[in-house]
């Protein structure tokens, strides 16, 4: 079945350090991908998607690249800030017929001043 | 309402009381869900509502598990004679209507579920 697997955390990192969080996938079709973001204390968000190859999706200063030939969606960001402690989830839509996401473990991201 | 509403935020409760669980999704939203996230886990499928049918409950981990939603809005989740590994946060989320390419998942904050 679909799946995604994402980088295992936790990742500490000071402030303005680069960010990648991988994600790859597995699917049958083409799905669309997501990353959401959960703030402390607060619901799941969504950050940025994209909903076909070579699609580069970008929020916030945070970007991801929809790559098929390798079937990832890694989450970029060049100068983190603290707000950015989170957990991120990457996620796929379920192509099999039902609307709903799939999601991996989520990363969790602690930002230092 | 402004954004998906849960209750209770915190349920604590007996190993073998039945438990409900309730979400208050985004006026005007058809789309409802329900996950569960549980340490370690990520968030884990349990059950999709369109309207108030629900063309996907292959999520509910067994039969002590059930969902319901009526007048397209509300939903309340049901677990019977709850054990200690149905402990967890349960989330809700909703979606107007288009599709998961087009429409985004809106989620409620949470109601944690701690059974003893």
């Known amino acids: 079945g679909n799946s995604v697997t994402q980088m295992e955390g936790p990742v500490t990192l000071s402030e303005e350090a680069f960010l990648t969080i991988n994600c790859t996938y597995t699917a049958t079709g083409y799905p669309s991908l997501f990353w959401y973001v959960q703030y402390p204390g607060e619901g799941l968000q969504l950050l940025l998607k994209a909903t076909k190859a070579d699609d580069k999706g970008s929020n916030k200063g945070f970007e991801a690249t929809y790559r098929k030939e390798t079937t990832s969606f890694h989450l970029e960001k060049g100068s983190v800030q603290v707000s950015d402690s989170a957990v991120y989830f990457c996620a796929l839509s379920d192509q099999g017929g039902s609307e709903k996401l799939v999601f991996g473990k989520g990363t969790k991201l602690t930002v230092n001043p | 309402g402004a954004g998906v509403s849960q209750s209770p935020s915190n349920k604590v409760t007996e190993k073998g009381k039945d438990v409900e669980l309730r979400c208050d999704p985004i006026s005007g939203h058809t789309a409802l869900y329900w996950y569960r996230q549980s340490l370690g886990q990520g968030l884990e499928f349990l059950i999709y509502?369109?309207?108030?049918?629900?063309?996907?409950k292959s999520g509910l981990p067994s039969d002590r598990f059930s969902a319901e939603r009526t007048g397209g809005s509300v939903s309340t989740l049901t677990i019977q004679r709850t054990q200690q590994e149905d402990s967890a946060v349960y989330l809700c989320a909703s979606r107007r209507g288009g599709g998961l390419n087009t429409g985004e998942l809106f989620f409620g904050e949470g109601s944690r579920l701690t059974v003893l």
């Open positions: 509502f369109q309207g108030n049918s629900a063309p996907d």
